[in-house]
């Protein structure tokens, strides 16, 4: 939903609100967004191994239309519109290329106060709690079993430590919070990563960019075209929503809708996941017998004594 805002409104992102419609032509036009749009869904398609489905139906076309295909198929299409935004960003500010500057912005140690500790923890820490463990966490977990089923599990507990680790130590330095979100590894594994091989690219180029150009960098990003940026999120969006496919029962199947339902309708993740969890609750109690057993497994047990 915010994807889509996004691409169809002008956002003013100091006040978080929403502005009047985007114009369809221009350097961030809604059109643009289309085509950026279009050209994801050419070259990775509905899913995952979709590139080879095709080839194989198709393996007495001629060699040259093959070849065509799979160069389309294996283009890096996120970062290849990445590079369009940037550019476009440059164009649309010019002014904030004079003022770049090369080398690091100053590292220097916050002293925290504690006032600021307990402004942190009543304001921020209280309020943000229920959706880091849901998104950094839990969502994590199960997202990377659901997308790397032959891969070891991750722990809950694994991830809150680097959480904690990354934010504990990057506060000292003024740095934002950290976590690991599910619509990045959503994002990522939509848009072609499959190993650890690309989240280290990925750390490399920011250290990379951070080291050479500081926050001179945050002039040209202010300039990125948000209905661009809108849809990178929208696929992520997707790809991370596909993931309730294999929720093939019906109870599985309320216990979604009433969790999501009351998350958009309420502005609260963590309204949508209490509620979802009594729903769940529920229907756990209502199938138990009088000795507690569920009905299904007492079920299983008479037909497979």
């Known amino acids: 939903m915010t994807a889509v805002k996004y691409i169809r409104n ?17 350097l961030d036009g809604l059109l643009l967004a289309l085509v950026c749009a279009v050209f994801i869904l050419i070259v990775n398609g509905a899913g995952e191994n ?33 590079l369009l935004g940037v550019v476009l960003a440059i164009i649309r500010g010019p002014k904030a290329v004079k003022g770049f500057k090369f080398g690091p912005s100053r590292i220097e140690v916050v002293s925290i106060s504690k006032q600021a500790w307990k402004d942190g923890f009543i304001k921020g820490t209280v309020p943000q709690l229920p959706l880091s463990v849901l998104n950094s966490v839990i969502a994590v977990c199960k997202l990377s079993t659901d997308l ?32 690991h979100g599910a619509g990045g590894l959503a994002g990522q594994y939509k848009f072609g990563g499959r190993s ?70 309420g502005s609260s993740a963590a309204l949508g996941f209490l509620c979802g969890i009594v729903v769940h609750l529920i229907l756990k109690m209502r199938n138990m017998d009088s000795d507690g057993h569920s009905c299904s497994s007492v079920l299983w047990f008479h037909r497979n004594p």
Do not use: H
Request: proline share 3%; net charge neutral; aromatic share 8%.
């Open 148 to 179: 790397f089923p032959e891969k070891r599990e991750i722990t809950a507990t694994s991830v809150s430590m680097t959480v904690g680790l990354m934010n504990l130590i990057g506060c000292w330095f003024g740095a934002m919070p950290c976590c």
């Open 196 to 265: 650890g091989g690309c989240v280290a690219l990925l750390g490399v180029a920011k250290l990379v960019l951070g080291l050479v150009l500081g926050s001179s960098m945050v002039k040209v990003l202010t300039q990125f075209p948000v209905g661009v940026l809108g849809v990178l999120l929208l696929f992520a969006g997707i790809e991370l929503a596909m993931c309730s496919r294999d929720m093939n029962t019906k109870e599985d199947a309320i216990v979604v809708l009433v969790c999501t339902a009351v998350s958009l309708v």
């Open 50 to 82: 979709q590139n080879e489905d095709q080839e194989s139906t198709e393996s007495e076309t001629g060699y040259l239309r093959k070849k065509v295909r799979k160069i389309i198929f294996s283009l890096p299409s996120a970062f290849l519109i990445f």
């Open 10 to 26: 002008v956002q003013d992102f100091a006040k978080s609100k929403s502005g009047k419609e985007r114009d369809w032509l221009g």
